[in-house]
Nanobody, 124 residues
Framework: QVQLVESGGGLVQAGGSLRVSCVASGLTFSRYIVGWFRQAPGKEREFVVAISRSDSRTEYADSVKGRFTISRDNAKNTVDLQMKSLKPEDTAVYYC?????????????????WGQGTQVTVSS
């Protein structure tokens, strides 16, 4: 049974930093790209960033470039998302997802497995 479990969300002031993590089980982790998506109340789920299987190629949404950094450790089956210079508009539930695409992608349907999400709230 594949599981993705996010952790590390919370409340932070604007301008602050936060790290969210995702740990995977039940799959050969290194065979999957991993993406982070987010969903704010009343809005559609949107792409944030994705990372390739093993060579650390990344793709970032324009809204987070220069502020967010994704990394992965295939030995530990984990992906981290370091977020800095947070803004109130970054407030959302953050989801990690895994897919078998051959390169990182923002295409949501490329991702088969999803975590339950972790809440990130940025106060102004």
């Amino acid at each position: 049974q594949v599981q993705l479990v996010e952790s590390g969300g919370g409340l932070v002031q604007a301008g602050g930093s936060l790290r969210v993590s995702c740990v995977a089980s039940g799959l050969t982790f290194s065979r999957y790209i991993v993406g982070w998506f987010r969903q704010a109340p009343g809005k559609e789920r949107e792409f944030v960033v994705a990372i390739s299987r093993s060579d650390s190629r990344t793709e970032y949404a324009d809204s987070v470039k220069g502020r967010f950094t994704i990394s992965r450790d295939n030995a530990k089956n984990t992906v981290d998302l370091q977020m800095k210079s947070l803004k109130p508009e970054d407030t959302a539930v953050y989801y990690c997802a895994a897919g078998e695409n051959d390169r990182p992608t923002s295409y949501i349907r490329a991702y088969y497995y999803w975590g339950q999400g972790t809440q990130v709230t940025v106060s102004s």
